[in-house]
């Protein structure tokens, strides 16, 4: 695994030509979301696996899943050959701590998904699960859908900065993360990594070089910034 510091992600990778782009463009990790709840990939998993295959270190292929058992989690990471794995459904903390029995080499990413009123929540979620967790990353609920990540919607940075004070594991933070608002998010919040998605997506839903090439010069500068 490359360092945890100023590190960039992004998200929701549809093809090798795509995954290229992006690590060409300077991004450290790539995110594969699989097996989603609509049923609706944007990859298939032997496509994923195959991408992740060929990444070199320090790059590296992110399993994005919304699965909660930790036996499940684990044998998917294992069929696509991850090294890391970011968690956005209700994962209980017995199956966090499950996780890191069963596969204690896994860097464990758990989502911490900001609503309006949440945030004791999620202090109270890092407090109990922190020692089985590598790293959080921040998200946006969308009351309109129920969806829990991938919105393009900010939310309140005023809660993931308490959580980055609270937290004893770094935080990545995402949530309509895009090349405009990036560097300010990056000085607000102070987090290790951060994460775009929807935020760097031209009008045909593939990954626009230009965004993907300006979101990681801002917060390349922004990290450099905060020290």
Known sequence: MTTVNKLVQVAGIIDAAEADMIIGEGADWIGFALRLPSGKDDISEQDAASIIKGLEAPHAGVLISYLTDAQEVSDFCT???VVAVQLHGDVATGELRRLKELRPELFVLKSLVVKADN???????????????DMYITDT?????GAKGATGLTHDWNVSAELVRRSPKPLMMAGGLNPENVADAIRAVRPAAIDS??????PDGRKDR?????????ARRAFDEIG
């Open 79 to 81: 069929e696509l050959g």
């Open 119 to 133: 945030a004791d929540e999620l202090l109270q979620l890092v407090d109990d699960t922190h020692p089985f967790v």
């Open 141 to 145: 609920f969308d009351p309109k859908t």
């Open 197 to 202: 998605h929807t935020g760097l997506e031209g």
């Open 210 to 218: 230009a965004k993907v090439a300006k979101f990681i010069a801002e």
